[in-house]
């Protein structure tokens, strides 16, 4: 008969101290990236924890505001419209927001981005967006540093096609008569699901 396997030790007090760490630096970086705190306001913070608040909002999410930098640098050499940055939409504030054409674009680190809770609510996100009739289009970070010119092409690619058809929908007079409509599941000329009144209900990552 064989002998029963001895117990797992116990993890010690260091390696239950850097896991509760662990955890507080990822639920930060959540808190951070969705905007329901500032890093300011961690600074400022006392009482209990600050001192490791402090310490984690150093380091917590610095790809993020990189990212963002070298993106909106792109799009300034790049014959698209510069963007409004950082724009409240409803309850959400977007990376990047074309308002005349209807386009987010959220540029997506891999550590703010890659955890199942993120990854959900990047998700719910984009329906309420896609509820205004809002295309969101999803830029990782990897895009941004090894494949940008191609990102930045696929875009201005979207906006010479269905940007600009969304831009004229915008600035066009109401019309007076009778409008045919393709329905629901009709398709548009780049292959975008075409919504009755005419907008593009999609959400897309290049």
């Known amino acids: 008969m064989a002998s029963p396997s001895p117990p797992s030790p116990a993890p010690s007090r260091t390696s239950r101290r850097r896991d509760r760490r662990a955890e507080v630096r990822k639920a930060l970086n959540q808190v951070l990236v969705q905007r329901l705190i500032r890093t300011d306001q961690l600074v400022d913070r006392s009482g209990p924890g600050a001192a490791v608040l402090k310490r984690l909002a150093a380091i917590a999410a610095p790809t993020r ?117 393709k329905g629901p599941g009709s398709r548009g000329p780049s292959g975008e699901s075409r919504l009755p009144y005419g907008g593009y209900a999609t959400s897309r990552s290049f």
């Open 65 to 181: 505001s990189e990212l963002e930098r070298a993106f909106l640098e792109a799009l300034r050499h790049s014959p698209i419209p510069e963007p409004v940055t950082d724009h409240p939409i409803g309850r959400y504030v977007a990376d990047f927001h074309w308002p005349a054409h209807g386009l987010v674009v959220e540029t997506d680190g891999w550590h703010t981005h890659g955890g199942p809770i993120a990854f959900v609510d990047d998700r719910i996100r984009d329906a309420e967006l896609a509820i205004r009739d809002i295309v969101v289009i999803r830029v990782a970070e990897e895009q941004v540093a090894s494949d940008l010119a191609a990102t930045i092409d696929r875009l201005r690619r979207w906006f010479a096609g269905p940007g600009a058809r969304r831009a004229g929908d915008a600035t066009a007079p109401p019309r007076t008569g009778p409008r045919t409509t």
